[in-house]
């Protein structure tokens, strides 16, 4: 399998798929700077990330935009006062670096730009994330077809949950994308745990 690129962005078919712990096995495996660009609710993604992994703050970027309230960015936004612009990201000048969407592809930023729009705006090349369960096909050829539709280069897809072969062989299948890893859930959620998850799902890539 070939290596993952030193710098990507993070994205999934829904909330609460495994953008976060993907993000954390990854940061745990390799040198990586984690950075959330969006972050909508309290604790943060950067919080529960640097906790899981005891990684130091050196290796986390500050978030462009962050708002107390668990909404979509564009809502979380509104309330906070803010219109979320998209010339205002600029990624870290890391040489590695492990950027996490919020929500799904086409979650609203603003008036006008959804989450993929981001995505085509920083140019990175795009990892996947979907659940491995029933309805998970459906979700990720819709977000796999969006992301194509901006001309994103896609890595592959994440698979996350109790091991589904026959949905793992649907999505390769019918989207056309590698299934890059299936990943089941972690007996331990702190540095060992997930470099062990980065050996056994992604080692040799970084």
């Given at each position: 399998?070939?290596?993952?690129?030193?710098?990507?962005?993070?994205?999934?078919?829904?909330?609460?798929?495994?953008?976060?712990?993907?993000?954390?096995?990854?940061?745990?495996?390799?040198?990586?700077?984690?950075?959330?660009?969006?972050?909508?609710?309290?604790?943060?993604?950067?919080?529960?990330?640097?906790?899981?992994?005891?990684?130091?703050?050196?290796?986390?970027?500050?978030?462009?935009?962050?708002?107390?309230?668990?909404?979509?960015?564009?809502?979380?936004?509104?309330?906070?006062?803010?219109?979320?612009?998209?010339?205002?990201?600029?990624?870290?000048?890391?040489?590695?670096?492990?950027?996490?969407?919020?929500?799904?592809?086409?979650?609203?930023?603003?008036?006008?730009?959804?989450?993929?729009?981001?995505?085509?705006?920083?140019?990175?090349?795009?990892?996947l994330v979907a659940r491995s369960g029933l309805g998970t096909i459906n979700h990720t050829l819709l977000s796999l077809e969006a992301l194509r539709r901006r001309q994103l280069e896609v890595l592959g897809v994440v698979v996350n949950g109790a091991l589904n072969p026959a949905n793992e062989e649907a999505i390769s299948r019918y989207g056309q994308v590698r299934v890059l890893a299936a990943?089941?859930?972690?007996?331990?959620?702190?540095?060992?745990?997930?470099?062990?998850?980065?050996?056994?799902?992604?080692?040799?890539?970084?």
């Amino acid at each position: 399998m070939d290596e993952l690129p030193p710098r990507l962005f993070v994205t999934g078919t829904d909330t609460g798929v495994g953008k976060t712990l993907l993000s954390a096995i990854l940061m745990a495996g390799s040198a990586a700077t984690y950075w959330k660009p969006v972050q909508s609710g309290e604790p943060g993604d950067t919080d529960w990330v640097r906790q899981a992994t005891g990684l130091p703050g050196g290796r986390f970027a500050p978030e462009t935009y962050r708002f107390s309230h668990p909404l979509s960015p564009h809502a979380a936004a509104a309330l906070a006062g803010v219109e979320i612009e998209l010339e205002a990201f600029r990624p870290p000048p890391a040489p590695r670096l492990i950027a996490e969407g919020a929500g799904g592809v086409l979650v609203p930023l603003n008036g006008q730009d959804l989450m993929v729009d981001l995505m085509a705006h920083l140019a990175l090349p795009v990892l996947l994330v979907a659940r491995s369960g029933l309805g998970t096909i459906n979700h990720t050829l819709l977000s796999l077809e969006a992301l194509r539709r901006r001309q994103l280069e896609v890595l592959g897809v994440v698979v996350n949950g109790a091991l589904n072969p026959a949905n793992e062989e649907a999505i390769s299948r019918y989207g056309q994308v590698r299934v890059l890893a299936a990943v089941e859930p972690l007996p331990r959620l702190d540095l060992a745990g997930l470099r062990a998850a980065h050996e056994r799902y992604f080692g040799g890539r970084e």
